[in-house]
Structure formats: C-alpha cells, structure tokens
C-alpha cells in the first residue's frame, strides 16, 4: 500500500509539527490494516523567512515518529515554498485476507472511536491566540498517537472494517463507510469522547474553514435529529491525525476495548435507510 499527507503547521512546536504530522500520514496505512515499511519526507520551506533549526526540529520528529512506527525513513524531497509544509509519503504493506476497508460494515456491528474529537477547534483556537498552548496539549498528544494499536487490535479481534477520521470529520469519513457498506450508521451523540479545551474553543468561534466544507457534504446525508448545536459542529470538525472508527462485531467488542483502553464505543450499523447517519 502506498499513501502520501502533507500540511502547513497547526501547532507552534516544530518538533511536534513533525511528530503530528507524520502519525497523520502513517495513519492511513494503519487504517487498513497495514504495517508502515518505509517513508520518504515531503518538505515545503521559507528559507527566507524561517531559520533553518526550525526545518531540523520538524524533521527531527518526524523521523522519531516513523521509528517509533517501526519503518525507515529512506529520503525524501523539499523545495522553497512561500509557506511551510510537511509531511510524508509512506509505503506499507497488509496481508490480503487482514485487509481493514470501509466498506465492510455489517448491520449489528457496534461502532467504536479511538480517539477523542475537537482538534481542529482546539488548534484553530491555538492559532488564533484564544487559548493557552497548555490548554491544547491533550489535543497534540492526541495528534501524536498513532494508530498502532488500534489497528493492531482491530485486526487480532478479527475486525473487517475501519477507517481514520481526519479532514472530513467525523460525520464525513462514516458516510463513506455507509455507502462503502450499503448500510446506515447511528451515532450516540451523548457518548462521543472531547478533548479537553474544544468545547470552550468553539464557544470562542474557533471553527476550521473546512468544517463548512464538510457540513455542506453531509447535510442532506444525515438525520440531524434533536442534537445540540456544539454536537452539530464536533461531528463535521476537521480532524488531524485523528483516531479509528473501528466496526466491530457485537461479540468482540469488550475484548477489543479491553486491549484498547482509549477506545469507546460511539454507535451502531444499521440496515440501510433513507439517510448514511442518524444522529441519536
């Protein structure tokens, strides 16, 4: 499997850009069921603007990120940009029959979520100045988290059907696997993890550009129900280097939160609809 992300800082820390946006690349070989091989930089610089410790310090994380992976960080390429950018094109490889797609989804599957939502409100709100770099810090060691173990687990339980949320948001990567499985998916508003600091973030105006984006495409898509107006908004956050939507069946669901502690269940497939989701 082959895959390749890359972005313009989010965080002010350029190792910890390196660090987040490296788990984000590696995260779409996770998301399959695949184990990372190698990795090759992808860099954009001002090397007008910035000194180049900043560059040193990015790729520095990076790499502890891809060795932490357990792949080789074999090369890469940069140019000058007129704005930063940074990020990776991974190879991986996954065995046929351990495959995790998102199209695999069985009405009765219980759906699970690894990480918690918000980042893109707490990181938007980082930008702006509206809070404290200590009040972000759960969302960028949430960022830096890879996927490993998720997907790992998700495999040895015998999982069929994942996919990461990043930029769509959450409501946007579960549509794709509604379509993908021909079956809708029901979301338990009250039980959808936050991270710390997203809630105050959004009442401060903090929303992504994307998230407009994303809330055009899945409008029509969705059964809104009685949510709040906060929950509207978390489920078409643009994610970064965000968690898995593992479907699971019914039976495994215990053992796999058990080797997943951050894990929680979100919802449920259900045959399918008029609508992709239902909020609940």
């Known amino acids: 499997m082959q895959t390749v992300d890359f972005f313009a800082p989010i965080v002010d820390d350029p190792y910890d850009f390196g660090q987040v946006a ?52 074999i090369g890469g390429h940069s140019i000058i940009d007129e704005e930063l950018k940074y990020g990776l094109s991974v190879t991986g490889r996954v065995h046929p029959q351990q495959m995790l797609t998102n199209a695999g989804a069985k ?31 759960p969302a960028v060691a949430a960022m830096r988290m890879l996927n490993r173990d998720a997907s790992r687990q998700a495999v040895a339980v015998g999982a069929k059907c994942a996919t990461d949320i990043t930029g769509f948001g959450l409501l ?36 992504p550009g994307g998230a407009e984006r994303n809330d055009a495409y899945v409008r029509e ?8 107006p906060f929950t509207e908004a978390l489920v078409i956050d643009p994610q970064t280097s965000g968690g898995l939507l593992v479907s699971l069946p019914a039976p495994v669901v215990e053992d796999y939160l058990s080797r997943v502690p951050q894990a929680v269940v979100i919802g449920d497939v259900l045959p399918r609809g008029d609508r992709a989701i239902v909020l609940a």
């Not at 610089?45 to 790729?59: H, M, S, W």
């Not at 409100?121 to 810090?137: G, Q, Y």
């Not at 794709?176 to 105006?205: K, Y």
């Open 22 to 73: 490296a788990a984000n690349a590696l995260s779409d070989v996770y998301a399959m069921g695949g184990e990372p091989l190698t990795a090759l930089s992808i860099v954009g610089f001002p090397i007008d603007a910035l000194p180049i410790e900043v560059l040193t310090e990015i790729l520095r994380g990076g790499q502890d990120k891809v060795h932490e992976a357990g792949a080789t960080l």
């Open 107 to 137: 009405p009765g599957d219980v759906l699970v979520l690894t990480k918690p939502l918000g980042t893109g409100f707490v990181t938007t709100a980082l930008k702006r100045a509206i809070i404290a770099p200590e009040v972000a810090a």
């Open 172 to 207: 946007g990567h579960a549509t794709h696997v509604a379509r993908g499985s021909g079956v809708t998916i029901r979301i338990q508003s009250a039980l959808l993890p936050i991270l710390p600091g997203a809630l105050d973030a959004w009442r401060a105006g903090a929303t």
């Open 221 to 228: 898509l969705t059964d809104w129900g009685n949510v709040e």
